[in-house]
T-cell receptor, first 113, second 117 residues
Framework: AQSVSQHNHHVILSEAASLELGCNYS??????LFWYVQYPGQHLQLLLK??????LVKGIKGFEAEFIKSKFSFNLRKPSVQWSDTAEYFC???????????FGGGTRVLVKP | GAVVSQHPSRVICKSGTSVKIECRSL??????MFWYRQFPKQSLMLMATSNEGSKATYEQGVEKDKFLINHASLTLSTLTVTSAHPEDSSFYIC?????????????FGPGTRLLVL
């Protein structure tokens, strides 16, 4: 069975700081990779996804993620965060031929104004 | 577009009663819907996958007789927690997608918080 781990449970940073959230998965086959965000009081929204091609994926709101197959990683980055990026971020993985998502434990990000 | 709603948003019930949670895709037809459960400070755990007009597929460890899922139309799936007990208290989230292909995006509902007394 596949599993997804997010290394940081909580991250606190100031506006304009750079953000990087780690995500590693355990599955030997081909995978599809996702980052979802959940703003306070709102539902999960898709930030970006990777299926194939360029391993550097750009998503909404200035986020990007890089798939490094050799490291089984799909880290999320944003060069300069804003207070409005305060949210919980979830990494998720599905097998290439399937659509069932396995989620990581989530990382709560607090951006101080 | 791609809005998914859930009703109710929160429910409190007595132990032993059954609770029904609805998941609707408001502006698209959802061939496949998913039900997740989220415990406090934990991640989402997939409970089951339902396809319109067929029986749901449950994940290992999820009791299908306890969590009844019906996907009667392309815009509605329901989850019924039967004979609820306090340990069933949780946050239940549904998602929907237009097809069953891996490239489809899942759109999530806002969740339903269930408290069983």
């Amino acid at each position: 069975a596949q599993s997804v781990s997010q290394h940081n449970h909580h991250v606190i940073l100031s506006e304009a700081a750079s953000l990087e959230l780690g995500c590693n998965y355990s599955y030997g086959g081909t995978v599809n990779l996702f980052w979802y965000v959940q703003y306070p009081g709102q539902h999960l929204q898709l930030l970006l996804k990777y299926f194939s091609g360029d391993p550097l994926v750009k998503g909404i709101k200035g986020f990007e993620a890089e798939f490094i197959k050799s490291k089984f990683s799909f880290n999320l980055r944003k060069p300069s965060v804003q207070w409005s990026d305060t949210a919980e971020y979830f990494c998720a993985v599905s097998q290439a031929a399937g659509n069932k998502l396995t989620f990581g434990g989530g990382t709560r990000v607090l951006v101080k104004p | 577009g791609a809005v998914v709603s859930q009703h109710p948003s929160r429910v409190i019930c007595k132990s032993g009663t059954s609770v029904k949670i609805e998941c609707r895709s408001l502006d698209f037809q959802a061939t496949t819907m998913f039900w997740y459960r989220q415990f406090p400070k934990q991640s989402l755990m997939l409970m089951a996958t339902s396809n319109e007009g067929s029986k749901a597929t449950y994940e290992q460890g999820v009791e299908k007789d306890k969590f009844l899922i019906n996907h009667a139309s392309l815009t509605l799936s329901t989850l019924t927690v039967t004979s609820a007990h306090p340990e069933d208290s949780s946050f239940y989230i549904c998602s929907a997608e237009t097809g069953g292909a891996f490239w489809e995006t899942q759109y999530f509902g806002p969740g339903t918080r269930l408290l069983v007394l």
